[in-house]
């Protein structure tokens, strides 16, 4: 299972590309296949690629394996409570743009 010791360095500089291998990935975030695996089982990440040796994964996808990662190594929180959390982390982030969004449109609309 993961590790996060030297994780968070390694994570920073695996951001700074633009996709990871599999075999990158687990290098950059200290996990074992296996980890990664089930977060795909579970549709917490989605990979491109057809195979485990064409799978890349990209920013977006780092970011939630990151997460992923700091959820289950500081909260002890299993594969499928991983999943419900990144769910709910992206509706939140969803539902900030809109608000976002509808509060410079309202305040364009008070201007008129």
């Not at 990979?47 to 990662?69: C, K, Y």
């Not at 190594?73 to 990144?86: F, K, R, S, T």
């Not at 608000?99 to 449109?105: A, D, G, H, V, W």
Request: net charge negative; proline share 2%.
């Amino acid at each position: 299972m993961p590790k996060l010791d030297d994780s968070a360095n390694n994570a920073v500089k695996a951001e700074e590309v633009t996709e990871l291998t599999l075999e990158e990935l687990c290098k950059a975030y200290d996990v074992n296949r296996d980890f990664v695996i089930e977060l795909i089982s579970f549709g917490t990440v989605e990979p491109v690629g057809f195979s485990i040796e064409t799978w890349r994964f990209n920013n977006q996808q780092l970011h939630v394996v990151r997460t992923a990662v700091r959820l289950y190594h500081d909260l002890e929180v299993n594969h499928a409570g991983i999943a419900l959390a990144i769910d709910l982390l992206s509706e939140i982030d969803e539902l900030r743009s809109k608000l976002e969004r509808l509060e410079k449109y309202s305040s364009v609309l008070d201007k008129e």
